[in-house]
C-alpha cells in the first residue's frame, strides 16, 4: 500500500530473499569452514584445563557480560564455569558509566585477584571491539600469568579503529585462540518516533527499516493515519539506499 500511494518514490523494498534460510546457511556455512581450526583450537584448551583440574572463566564488559552469564549455572551444564561479573563493568547500574569504566586501565588486576584465576585455567573474554582498556588489560595480564586466553570479537570491526589501550594493542592479537564472529563494523538498532523519522533518516542513512504496524495515535500529536504514514514516508525519501521490512500484519504496508 506504501508503494502503491507514492510510486515515485523510487525505494528498494527489502524481499524474502533477503532473509532467505540459504543466506544463513551460507553465513554458518563460512564460520564452520573458516573458523573451524580455531574452534577445535577452543574446544581443546578448554577440555584439557577440565582434565586438569582448572576452571573455565567468562569475561566480557557492557554487552558482552551476558554472553559471559550465557554459560553459567545451566542446567546439565558444566559446573567448572565462573563468570567474571563486575556491576560498574554492566549496564543495569549506569550504562553510560560502563562505557566510561570498561575504558579504565588497571581494573583487570582487582578482577583477577578477586576470582581467583590461576595459571593454566582457560578465559573466554567476549568483546566486538576488542580494544577497550578492561579488555586490553585482562588479556595481557592473563597471558603474562599463563591462563590460556580464548577471545569472542569481531575482526572487522577491531581493525576499523586504533586500541584505546596504552599498549596499542586489540584482544585478537593477544589471545592465544581468536574466534572471528564476522559482524560489521558498527552496527545498531535504533526506535525511532515517527514524526522524528524525516530527520533523523536523514542523519544516520540506515541500512534497514522495520516499519511497524501504523495506527491512530494522539490526535493532537499525529493527527490522522495518513499523517503519520507521510511522515514516515519523508524519512525514508531522505535514505534512499535504506530497504525497508514491512509489516504482513499491518494492512496500510503490506497490502
Known amino acids: 500500500e506504501f508503494l502503491r500511494l507514492y510510486p515515485s518514490a523510487n525505494i528498494p523494498v527489502a524481499t524474502e530473499r533477503d532473509f532467505e534460510k540459504s543466506r544463513r546457511k551460507r553465513f554458518i556455512s563460512r564460520i564452520a569452514t573458516e573458523q573451524a581450526d580455531n574452534i577445535e583450537n577452543a574446544a581443546r584448551a578448554v577440555a584439557d584445563t577440565l582434565e586438569n583440574g582448572g576452571r573455565i572463566h567468562t569475561f566480557g564488559t557492557g554487552h558482552s557480560h551476558m554472553l559471559a552469564e550465557e554459560l ?64 586490553v588489560d585482562m588479556a595481557l595480564l592473563c597471558k603474562e600469568k599463563g591462563v590460556k586466553t580464548i577471545a569472542l570479537t569481531n575482526l572487522k570491526h577491531t581493525y576499523s579503529g586504533e586500541s584505546r589501550h596504552k599498549s596499542g ?76 521490512c514491512l509489516n504482513a500484519d499491518c494492512s496500510l504496508t503490506s497490502s
Do not use: W
Open 72 to 135: 553459567f549455572y545451566r542446567a546439565g551444564g558444566l559446573v567448572k564455569i565462573q563468570p567474571i561479573l563486575d556491576p560498574p563493568l554492566m549496564l543495569h547500574i549506569s550504562a553510560s558509566e560502563s562505557t566510561i569504566a570498561e575504558r579504565v586501565e588497571g581494573v583487570a588486576q582487582n578482577l583477577f585477584n578477586e576470582y581467583g584465576i590461576k595459571e593454566n585455567d582457560v578465559i573466554v573474554i567476549i568483546s566486538n571491539s576488542g580494544r577497550n582498556g578492561v579488555i
Open 169 to 244: 594493542k586489540r584482544l585478537c592479537e593477544i589471545a592465544d585462540v581468536v574466534l572471528d564472529n564476522f559482524g560489521c563494523v558498527g552496527d545498531a538498532c535504533i526506535e525511532v518516533d515517527e514524526a522524528s523519522a524525516q530527520h533523523v533518516f536523514g542523519a544516520i542513512r540506515p541500512d534497514y527499516m522495520i516499519l511497524t504496524n501504523l495506527f491512530r495515535d494522539q490526535l493532537d500529536r499525529y493527527g490522522e493515519v495518513t499523517h503519520t504514514l507521510n511522515a514516515v514516508k519523508s524519512g525514508v525519501e531522505a535514505s534512499p539506499q535504506t530497504a525497508l
